[in-house]
C-alpha cells in the first residue's frame, strides 16, 4: 500500500497546500500520516480542519519534540501501522507534490517491478528552478555530493534493515539535523544497483521560502548543526548490497 509520510514543525503557511495536494491525487488507496513536532502556530489547528471526515489522513501529535529522524523511525517500526512491503512517500509538510499523478505513477513504479526497494525522483523549487536531485552510486554516496533528493519512497522493510546505531549522535541520541542523509546512505547501499532507480520526471516542488528549512538560519536545530551531524553520519559504518 502507498503511504504517505510527512513530519512538520510550525508549518501553517504551507501545510494545507501539501496535504491537498495528497487529497486531490487520482490514485486514491493511500493512507496519509500527519506527524506534528509540537508546533507553536496554528498548523495542528489547520491540519484538523482540513482532514476532517477522511480516515485515509491521521494525525499524530507530539508530546516532546523528537525531530524529524526520530519521528520517521519511531512511525516505521510501529508494525501496527505499516507492513514491510508497504511504500512510503516522503513528503515535508512545507513541500507538495508536483501533479495528481505522482501516486499513481509511484505506485506503477513498484508494481511493475517487484525487486525495487528505493526510488529518488526530480523536483522543482517552489520558485520554478530545477532542483538538484541525481541518482546516488551506492559506492561513492557518501564521499559524493548529495543528490539523492526529493522525491524519496522506499519499501518498509529497507528501512527496518538500518541498525539504530546509524542514528545515533555522539550524546546518545538521535541526530536533530541532516536526517535525509542518515537514512539515505544505509538505504542507497543496501540497495545497490538492483533494488534502486532514480526517477527524472518531476515529482516535488520544493518550498526553499520556508525559513525553517534545515540549512537555514531559523531551523530548529541551527544550521551549523547539520553540517555538523552530516559530516558525523559520511563516517559512520558502510553497508553492504542485499542480494
Not at 504551507?14 to 508546533?39: A, G, P, R, W
Not at 512545507?94 to 505513477?105: A, E, P
Not at 525495487?116 to 546516488?136: E, M, P, V
Not at 522493510?157 to 545515533?168: A, G, K, P
Amino acid at each position: 500500500m502507498i503511504k504517505v509520510v510527512s513530519c512538520f514543525w510550525n508549518a501553517e503557511n504551507y501545510i494545507e497546500k501539501c496535504i491537498n495536494s495528497v487529497k486531490n491525487q487520482t490514485y486514491k488507496d493511500f493512507k496519509m500520516f500527519l506527524v506534528d513536532d509540537v508546533s507553536t502556530d496554528k498548523t495542528v489547528e489547520i491540519v484538523k480542519s482540513v482532514i476532517s471526515g477522511d480516515e485515509r489522513f491521521v494525525l499524530i501529535e507530539n508530546k516532546e519534540k523528537k525531530y524529524k529522524l526520530k519521528n520517521l523511525d519511531d512511525l516505521l517500526m510501529d508494525e501496527s501501522l505499516f507492513d514491510d512491503e508497504d511504500v512510503i512517500i516522503e513528503l515535508d509538510g512545507d513541500d507538495w507534490l508536483y501533479n495528481d499523478t505522482v501516486l499513481s505513477f509511484i505506485n506503477d513504479k513498484y508494481d511493475k517491478n517487484k525487486s525495487l526497494w528505493l526510488t529518488n525522483g526530480s523536483f522543482i523549487y517552489s520558485n520554478g528552478r530545477f532542483g538538484f536531485s541525481n541518482k546516488a552510486n551506492f559506492k561513492t554516496v557518501r564521499s559524493d555530493t548529495f543528490v539523492f533528493s526529493h522525491l524519496r519512497t522506499w519499501k518498509v522493510h529497507l528501512w527496518r534493515n538500518i541498525e539504530e546505531s546509524s542514528f545515533i549522535d555522539v550524546d546518545g541520541k538521535y541526530f536533530k539535523s541532516a536526517a535525509d542523509v542518515a537514512f539515505s546512505f544505509p538505504m542507497v547501499e543496501m540497495c545497490g544497483e538492483r533494488h534502486y532507480e532514480f526517477i527524472p520526471e518531476i515529482l516535488l516542488v520544493y518550498n526553499e521560502e520556508n525559513p525553517y528549512n534545515d540549512h537555514k538560519e531559523g531551523s530548529c536545530a541551527g544550521v551549523n548543526d547539520q553540517f555538523r551531524c552530516a559530516n558525523i553520519i559520511r563516517n559512520l559504518p558502510k553497508y553492504n548490497p542485499i542480494k
